[in-house]
Nanobody, 123 residues
Framework: QVQLVESGGGLVQAGGSLRPSCAAS????????MGWYRQAPGKEREVVAR??????NFADSVKGRFTISRDNARNSLNLQMNNLKAEDTAVYYC??????????????????WGQGTQVTVSS
C-alpha cells in the first residue's frame, strides 16, 4: 500500500504561483508513475501532469505554465504552477501508479490517491 499526502494548495490571485507537494509513504518503492489530477466543481477529474521513467506529459491547458518534478530519494512529487488563471481553481489530487509484469504484459496493478488540496485562483 502507498499513502499520499498533499500540501501547498491555497488562495492566490490570477498571475500568481503555487507549488503543491505530495509525499509518498508505505510501499513507495513500488511506484512507477506519479501525477497530478484536478477536479473543479461540477466537472470530471482530469489529468494535469504525469511523470514516469520515460515521459512527462501535461494537459494542453497548463503547458508552458506548470512543471512537475519527482524526487525519488524523498518519495515526493511537486507541481510548480505559474501564471495561474481562475480556471485553474480546483481540488488537486496526487496520484501514484504501480505497474508490474503480468504474464506477458505490463499492467497497472495498483493506483493510489491523496486526499486532495484546494487551489483557488481569484480573478
Amino acid at each position: 500500500q502507498v499513502q499520499l499526502v498533499e500540501s501547498g494548495g491555497g488562495l492566490v490571485q490570477a498571475g500568481g504561483s503555487l507549488r503543491p507537494s505530495c509525499a509518498a509513504s508505505g510501499s513507495a518503492v513500488s511506484i512507477d508513475a506519479m501525477g497530478w489530477y484536478r477536479q473543479a466543481p461540477g466537472k470530471e477529474r482530469e489529468v494535469v501532469a504525469r511523470i514516469d521513467s520515460a515521459n512527462t506529459n501535461f494537459a494542453d491547458s497548463v503547458k508552458g505554465r506548470f512543471t512537475i518534478s519527482r524526487d525519488n530519494a524523498r518519495n515526493s512529487l511537486n507541481l510548480q504552477m505559474n501564471n495561474l488563471k481562475a480556471e485553474d481553481t480546483a481540488v488537486y489530487y496526487c496520484n501514484a501508479e504501480d505497474w508490474e509484469p503480468v504474464y506477458n504484459i505490463v499492467a497497472k496493478v495498483g493506483e493510489y490517491w491523496g486526499q486532495g488540496t484546494q487551489v483557488t485562483v481569484s480573478s
